[in-house]
């Protein structure tokens, strides 16, 4: 426990990196937590103060993401990533065997205050899982002997930062290389060559392309580029989708990892092309891991006049990139609640329209990009429209890449020209007897073997790059309530269809699992689905009941074995329900029971 | 309301209230005059207006409240093994209501200090006739398969009038503003 008088001396310097902005909320909880371990109530009302803002704010940030603690959670704290593919992996073991070592519940802390265990959403490195969390840096290929080796460091008190640097080491994977992956970047090319095309020249290029968004919803981004440039404003903005939260998908993970020159150089075309002066990169936490690179290789940018001011030498174009951290919370990948979380605010999405091409961060234009779409950007600077638009299939032009994770022999990043069929995928990864291919993640499409003919385009299959394997031994009921669980724990709880519906679907799932699910709730798993995706506010609650109700009219008999015969049955145990009542008043006649047919 | 020409036969209707103040049943009379409609539409089996006390084949079941006892589980059981629609009337049935606000209570605790002599003997009334109290007080969709649910405490006449002629004339119900209502 901090001495509050200590507050000041240790917090200072925190409110000073970030000139006791308010809008920087988010940031400066994240760097007093590095500070202090957690953010009790009264380190948050202190913050409040210095910032001249209410107490409800800061905690309303606050107890928001998943990665700001109110309590303290141990000097250690370790998350299992509890993706399907993690599950696969067997992570559930590991988990045990580390909780054992400690002797401790999950989430709770060790007596010691040493160090707390516990599961969190999938954190992006599912071909190479189970994967672990220790203070947000990652540590993949999880084996018992790993665990062994964690558990060591952790009880001899050995400071994160001179843990053998092997366990920390992320591999790129990269199985099958195109046009994105497979080309040599040229510092500033790309660049130099946006600038020689002039802005104008840039966007008919853009639009000539058909490039359409990365990140899943798939819009033109020539369109929003164009739209962002047209819209009445005073600043305007480029922010960098970096908040990969899809279970499943990791290709924004290696391409921050090792081709950030494209994604940076991606918005800084994207800022010449619409005239913006900022970029922010909205980093996941869970690739917190990757931010010194990225601040070294910014910095080498701005050494080369790639970034800064007059950049590329033509007076006037001033352009910086900053780069926010998240904390844990996968709705922020929806665009209006990331720019809500880059305000510093809770990360609950906008009521849209207006787009954040009108009004985004600060309510000014903004372009808000994937991470693989800038990059798509710099090839076309390079290149030109027309040769982009001639790769792919003709709704979806270039190439895709693609996160392979679950049972194939060679999981890892795939990238293709649009219109590959998804046997061709399966084929390429050594993935035999799949029964199932979850497209797009938790929230995408699950296709069943029949369906493999099928192909990866906006005009087919859809995807944001997640692309998940089963094979005949896995059981698709239990990868739908891994989804239902992931929904509930990641509603952001402002619209309630979402809110209600996640859990509903979460509760219904674990009781089928139990064997107390009937035809009933298999008529109510669609009945709600189809609620969540007329009526919620955002993607995510639209999206949530998808992987159920795909697995309920696909994998129909892995729910139909768990059901109960019977018309009904409750969620819990009526007789058990009676016990107490039985206990103080003594009785144990026929009357004190419900049975069975009760 | 006419009844439609090719209704073979009165609907049979069973009303019951669980762990509820009757307020529903209440709110169900003030369909006023239309009652004297409804009874050339429907024949009422058990209910507190025919003080029929078990239920045979009916159409629909109307349950006011919701489960606070093992008397409760059984009526529910008889109403929604001998009902084809079963109708979830009332805050209570739907969502527990009022009464339970005891959930967040431990029901020993609750009985012991509730029972109990000046001079501090414990005493809860054991006698087989009186029905156990459950752990706490569930809607009825918790114990069984509901087919409708119309909430409000109590739903109106109006709402309650809407909600069985739709029902009697075949048409899915639908209860909008302003008779949807959940206070």
């Known amino acids: 426990m901090t001495d509050a008088s200590e507050l000041p001396v240790l917090l200072d310097p925190v409110l000073q990196r970030h000139q006791s902005r308010p809008d920087r909320l988010l940031q400066i909880l994240r760097d007093a937590q590095d500070v202090l371990g957690y953010l009790s109530d009264e380190t948050t009302a202190w913050l409040a103060k210095a910032l001249g803002i209410s107490y409800a704010q800061a905690t309303s940030t606050r107890d928001f993401y998943a990665f700001l603690y109110r309590e303290n959670r141990g000097r250690y704290r370790i998350l299992f990533s509890d993706n399907i593919t993690d599950r696969m992996a067997g992570n559930q073991a590991l988990f045990k065997q580390m909780l054992n070592y400690f002797g401790i519940a999950p989430g709770k802390v060790s007596g010691d205050g040493l160090v707390s265990v516990d599961l969190t959403s999938c954190t992006g490195m599912c071909d190479q899982g189970p994967a672990i969390l220790v203070n947000e840096m990652a540590i993949p290929r999880m084996t018992p002997q790993r665990v062994e080796e964690v558990c060591a460091l952790v009880s001899r008190q050995v400071p994160l930062a001179e843990w053998p640097a092997e366990l920390f080491v992320v591999e790129d994977n990269i199985q099958r290389a195109d046009l994105l992956l497979g080309t040599t970047h040229q510092p500033g090319e790309a660049i130099r060559a946006a600038i020689a095309r002039g802005r104008d020249e840039m966007l008919f290029e853009m639009r000539t392309s058909n490039l359409r968004g990365r990140g899943g919803a798939g819009f033109t981004t020539g369109i929003k580029w164009e739209a962002c440039r047209n819209a009445p404003g005073v600043r305007r903005y480029i922010v960098c989708n970096a908040d990969e939260g899809e279970p499943g998908t990791f290709k924004d993970r290696v391409l921050l990892q090792s081709y950030p020159g494209r994604v940076f150089e991606g918005m800084v075309i994207a800022a010449f092309t619409v005239g913006a002066h900022l970029g922010l990169l909205y980093l996941r936490a869970e690739y917190r891991y990757l931010r010194p690179k990225l601040e070294a290789y910014l910095a080498e940018m701005r050494a080369q006049n790639l970034l800064g001011k007059d950049i590329g030498g033509l007076a006037g174009f001033d352009f910086d990139i900053e780069i926010h951290l998240g904390a844990g919370a ?89 219109g590959v069929r998804i046997s061709q995928v399966l084929e390429d990864c050594g993935a035999r007897n799949a029964i199932a291919v979850q497209v797009s993640g938790a929230s995408g499409t699950c296709l069943s073997e029949r369906e493999l003919g099928r192909r990866i385009a906006f005009e087919d299959v859809p995807t944001a790059g997640s692309f998940m394997i089963f094979d005949a031994q896995r059981d698709m009921f239990e990868v739908a309530r891994n989804f239902a669980h992931f929904f509930k724990h990641e509603s952001c709880g402002f619209c309630t269809p979402c809110r209600a519906g996640t859990a509903l679907l979460s509760e219904m799932m674990d009781k089928i699992a139990e064997g107390r699910g009937t035809q009933y709730e298999m008529n109510e798993l669609l009945r709600i689905q189809a609620v969540m995706k007329a009526s919620s506010h955002c993607g995510l609650g639209q999206t949530a009941g998808n992987a159920v109700a795909d697995t309920v009219q696909k994998f129909r008999p892995s729910y139909e074995r768990r059901l109960a015969q019977t018309d009904f049955v409750p969620a819990f145990d009526l007789d058990a329900a009676l016990a107490k009542a039985r206990q103080v008043t003594g009785r144990d006649d026929a009357h004190a029971h419900l049975g069975a047919e009760a | 309301m006419n009844a439609p020409r090719d209704l073979p036969r009165k609907l049979r209707v069973a009303t019951t209230s669980l762990s509820g103040c009757f307020g529903c049943h209440m709110s169900f009379l003030d369909i006023d005059e239309r009652l004297l409609e409804l009874a050339h539409l429907v024949e009422f089996d058990r209910s507190p207006i025919t003080d029929i006390k078990h239920c045979g084949p009916c159409d629909i079941g109307l349950v006011e409240g919701g489960v606070c006892n093992a008397e409760n589980v059984h009526v529910l059981h008889e109403l929604r093994k001998n009902c084809k629609v079963l109708v979830a009337l009332g805050a209570c049935a739907v969502g527990g209501g009022l009464p339970a606000q005891r959930n967040n209570l431990d029901v020993a605790k609750c009985l012991t200090q509730i029972y109990r002599t000046e001079s501090g003997e414990v005493a809860v009334p054991n006698d087989p006739e009186l029905p156990l109290l459950l752990d706490k007080v569930y809607p009825i969709n918790e114990i069984v398969r509901v087919d409708y649910f119309l909430p409000g405490c109590p739903p109106s006449g109006d709402t309650i009038w809407k909600f069985l002629t739709d029902l009697l004339t075949g048409r899915t119900p639908r209860i909008e503003h302003p008779l949807l209502k959940f206070d």
């Open chain 1, 330 to 418: 996968y709705v922020c990948g929806e665009e209006s609640a990331l720019i809500e979380s880059l305000e510093g605010k809770a990360g609950k999405p906008r009521i849209r329209p207006p787009f954040p091409v009108t009004c985004g961060y600060k309510n000014q234009p903004t372009v808000v990009n994937n991470v693989e779409t800038l990059c798509k950007a710099t090839e076309i600077a390079i290149h030109g429209g027309a040769w982009y638009e001639a790769i792919g299939t003709k709704q979806s032009t270039g190439t895709k890449i693609l996160s392979v994770s679950g049972d194939c022999e060679r999981p890892g990043i795939y990238e293709y020209a649009f």
